[in-house]
């Protein structure tokens, strides 16, 4: 079965520092993946994703994240964070056989300092 | 409009009443989910919808009952629920169910059962 694994429980970063969260996934193909960010008490919004093709992905709020097929690897960056940046992060990933359904690792909180 | 909403924000039930929760989106999306999501830990997939029918169970007990009346709606009926129910259940939305469908989430309902 696909699993994914955020190392990281819990990342402090300083204000206009920059930032990766990591992420690894098990599974012998390439499977869709997905970055998502969950503000305390909301839904989840989906920051970026990949498929195929360019394996540097741009997605909003200034994120972007890099397929690492070697690496088994799809982490997120921002080159500056912002103090609104303060969130859960969660990597999921979905698998040809499972469409439809999306298995998310345990998450990464961020702390902002100012 | 992008816009997933779920109603109410917050539900507090004793183990004997019967509940539901709503969830409706307005973006002729084919493809609905509901989540349970624990504090601290990432969404755990319920069930799917697609197309107003069943497609995914993921072995959910009964006392959780889907309801899809409309490609629009999706209810999910509360009864007899235990104390461990207590969660955040979201609502998510996607064109279809191909891998490439981004799901939009919903802010969820905050479910207290006493």
């Not at chain 1, 429980?9 to 930032?19: K, N, P, Y």
Request: hydrophobic content about 35%; some cysteine; glycine content about 6%.
């Amino acid at each position: 079965a696909q699993s994914v694994t955020q190392p990281d429980i819990h990342i402090t970063v300083s204000e206009g520092a920059s930032l990766e969260l990591r992420c690894n996934y098990s599974y012998g193909a390439t499977p869709y993946l997905f970055w998502y960010v969950q503000s305390p008490g909301q839904g989840l919004q989906l920051l970026l994703k990949y498929f195929s093709g360019d394996t540097l992905v741009q997605g909003i709020k200034g994120f972007e994240a890099e397929f690492k097929r070697s690496q088994s690897s799809f982490n997120l960056r921002k080159p500056s964070v912002h103090w609104s940046d303060a969130a859960e992060y969660f990597c999921a990933v979905v698998i040809n056989t499972n469409a439809g359904k999306s298995t998310f690792g345990d998450g990464t909180t961020l702390t902002v300092k100012p | 409009d992008t816009e997933v909403t779920q109603t109410p924000k917050h539900l507090v039930m004793g183990m004997t009443n019967k509940k539901s929760l709503k969830c409706e989106q307005h973006m002729g999306h084919r493809a609905m989910y509901w989540y349970k999501q624990k504090a601290k830990k990432p969404p755990e997939l319920m069930f799917v919808y697609s197309y107003e029918k069943l497609s995914i169970n993921e072995s959910v007990p009964s006392r959780f009952s889907p309801e899809c009346p409309n490609s629009s709606l999706l209810n999910l009926h509360l009864h007899a629920l235990q104390p461990e129910d207590s969660a955040l259940y979201l609502c998510a939305s996607s064109q279809g169910v191909l891998m490439t469908d981004t799901q939009y989430f919903g802010p969820g309902t905050r479910l207290t059962v006493l």
